[in-house]
């Protein structure tokens, strides 16, 4: 679940996969649309100051930014174009940003000139009038004018974002290579490229007689659909509640609906039905385009549905029972390099079983965690976290808290203490963060069902170079009696390209669970079915995964690597998490709690462990803690199944030690 190659993609969790980046394909003469020659600017900026086009007289080059503060692309593309300012001044090239947004106010673009350090003109376009002038589509989209503020080069800064891929660096520096170009007097070789980015929240003429408006229809399709992520202090990068903002946004949320991006669902609908699915209805669709068809009308906005009810700070149902920090202090994160990963143990004092209801873990700072996961353990225990059997409670990109069924929570056995796995990443400048867990604890006597989270998985992975369509599957563990599955999870990482949930009766006979054509490490999402299943006494679960490592993944990091299992993003993993429910028994619904081991007992077990481990190291000749069930003894076979949890035929160090 690493991050570390791709360093931005913590910010860009949801913003490069939805309502972000598009492209807008330019003529081969960069200047038909707009014209040729820059002839006027009369804008104003946010300090106050109107800027014309006389105030750049002494500046060879002039380069124009249209810029948002709320596009995600533009926050990051600000900050390179003060460096490209900087590298480029004394070659007598300006820089200039122009917003012409709606629903960008004065006031927000100060605010995002000091968050991005901007010390080039920031300029409002009001009406979107220059906008207009230059035929600007998107932001950031730049144009670059020459001593006689002809128009030379149009297009992106560079090629590292795109339509679901981000790419470690850019293949192609596009506009510094424009600038060196034109300051040595020579052609722009490359005159024009795509545009990846925002579209430009113009004003519209709004229809007079429109059936279809914000109050009417639009405000509640948004919240039903949209306003969970799209709210203060959400993952999303602008709220959705303002019809001022709403409007701005109207032609980019049309063009990511149209296009499958928004709302994030990635799951066939061809096979179960699932109780957190996102996606709109085609009669839902069809408001939203009629809607940004007419204009963006308003309406009646003064009987608004009311926003979904939320925690301030949280997912969870009600205010936490109890916070636990992740770290006692705060952690500071390095600006650049490689930050393995991180743990931290708290002792929550727990002299009793505690169930859990509800549980969230919070990033203190979202543009540096990747992800958090939460463990309970006996204290004092050291190794033996497998966080790809199962985990307490986890933070992913995408992740959205998904409540169980009544009756239905997790246990943390008393005296146990919490261990968290923390993976950060860093950002380009040094950051903090103090992330924290949330919990909400359920009554004791109202719990009937024990949630339990394990996996498929598949370890042994060696995915060619080149291989476009690497197909592998991993199996889970028997399921015990009177189990009811609850959701699924998941996981693989940048070269993942399709996964499938299956059941497999004892019997051998399958049926499709989940079938996820397109997978995106961005949305990790947990998919919750509608209905808990019923899966019969020692059924499994399979997953099959398949991987792109070939060229024409854009995320690839390295067409030309053997791919294995790693932490890192690129290396792989195939984890197939699911999550499903056992029924307490009626002495344990009682409160009756299973007597304790005796000494004797204990002794047993640590012996029985000692000799299985020795039998296992002595079996494991190559050290590498993994035992293939073909090179051990077929007298062994019997112990080697019983020991292999996960039924992948392959018995780790692990499984070993963590067997009763």
């Known amino acids: 679940m690493n991050c570390v190659r791709f360093r931005i993609a913590s910010i860009l969790v949801v913003l490069l996969s939805a309502a972000v980046p598009t492209t807008t394909t330019i003529a081969s003469d960069p200047a038909a649309a707009g014209g040729t020659s820059l002839e006027r600017i009369d804008l104003i900026d946010f300090r106050g100051r109107t800027w014309k086009l006389d105030d750049f007289q002494s500046d060879s080059i002039l380069v124009v930014a249209m810029l948002g503060t709320e596009c995600p692309l533009a926050k990051l593309y600000a ?10 001044q004394s070659q007598s090239v300006r820089v200039i940003g122009v917003m012409s947004n709606r629903q960008d106010s004065l006031e927000e673009i100060a605010s995002f000139a000091k968050r991005q350090s901007i010390e080039f003109p920031l300029l409002k376009d009001a009406g979107n009038r220059f906008a207009d002038q230059v035929a600007a589509e998107r932001t950031p989209e730049v144009f ?3 001593a ?3 128009l030379r080069y149009r297009g992106r800064v560079d090629d590292q974002y795109g339509i679901g891929y981000i790419r470690d660096e850019p293949r192609r520096h596009d506009l510094r290579i424009a600038l060196d170009e034109l300051a040595s007097g020579r052609e722009v070789s490359l005159p024009q490229t795509d545009t990846v980015g925002c579209i430009i929240g113009r004003t519209k003429k709004v229809a007079e007689h429109s059936d279809v408006t914000y109050g009417g229809q639009v405000a509640e399709i948004l919240r039903k ?12 990068p602008f709220s959705l509640t303002d019809y001022d903002e709403v409007a701005g946004w109207s032609d980019m949320m049309a063009e990511v609906v149209r296009e499958g991006r928004m709302p994030p669902w990635h799951a066939s609908g061809d096979h179960l039905p699932f109780a957190n699915d996102r996606m709109m209805s085609d009669e839902e669709k069809e408001t939203l385009y009629a809607w940004v068809d007419a204009g963006s009308p308003k309406g009646d906005a003064s009987e608004l549905p009311p926003l979904p009810e939320k925690i301030p700070g949280w997912q969870l149902p009600r205010e936490p029972d109890l916070v636990v920090p992740v770290s006692t202090e705060s952690v500071k994160i390095p600006a650049t390099g490689e930050v393995r990963y991180q743990y931290y143990r708290v002792d929550p004092k727990l002299d009793e079983d505690m169930w859990i209801e509800a549980a969230e873990l919070k990033p203190g700072n979202r543009e540096v965690v990747h992800h958090i996961l939460a463990f309970a353990a006996p204290k004092g225990t ?12 986890g933070y992913v990109p995408g992740a959205r808290l998904e409540l169980a069924p009544k009756g239905h929570a997790k246990r943390i056995p008393a005296g146990s203490e919490l261990i968290f796995q923390v993976h950060y990443t860093p950002i380009g400048t040094e950051q903090q963060d103090q992330s924290s867990l949330g919990i909400c604890f359920a009554d004791p006597e109202s719990i009937t069902h024990e949630i339990v ?3 498929a998985l598949q370890p042994r992975l060696k995915i060619p170079p080149g291989e476009a369509n690497y197909e592998t599957s991993g199996t889970s563990p028997r399921f015990p009696a009177e189990a009811t599955l609850l959701s699924m999870s998941p996981h693989m990482h940048v070269r993942g390209k399709s996964f499938r949930y299956e059941l497999e009766t004892a019997a051998g006979k399958r049926t499709t669970l989940l079938d996820i054509p397109h997978y995106d490490f961005n949305w990790q999402t947990t998919y919750v079915l509608q209905n808990p299943l019923a899966v019969p006494e020692g059924s499994r679960i399979v997953c099959t995964a398949t991987y792109d490592n070939s060229e024409d993944n854009l995320n690839n990091p ?3 690597a053997t791919v294995r299992w790693g932490d890192q993003t690129w290396d792989e993993m195939m984890i197939g998490y699911y999550h499903y429910a056992v029924p307490l028994s009626e002495q344990e619904r009682a409160g009756v709690k299973k007597p304790a081991m005796t000494l004797r007992e204990r002794a047993e077990a640590l012996i029985r462990n000692a000799a299985r481990l020795q039998k296992f190291e002595q079996l494991d000749s190559d050290g590498d803690g993994k035992l293939a069930r073909s090179d051990t003894p077929k007298k062994l076979y019997g112990v080697f199944d019983d020991l292999d949890a996960n039924g992948d035929g392959v018995l780790t160090k692990q499984e070993v030690e963590s067997a009763p």
């Open 453 to 455: 989270t394990t996996s």
């Open 225 to 236: 659909r949209c306003v969970e992520c799209h709210r203060d202090g959400e993952i999303a």
């Open 144 to 146: 670059v004018y020459d």
């Open 382 to 393: 050291r190794g033996g976290l497998d966080a790809a059997r199962g985990f307490l409670v």
């Open 558 to 560: 390295d067409p030309t």
């Open 148 to 150: 006689d503020r002809e």
């Open 79 to 88: 900050i390179r174009l003060g460096e490209i300012q900087q590298q480029y």
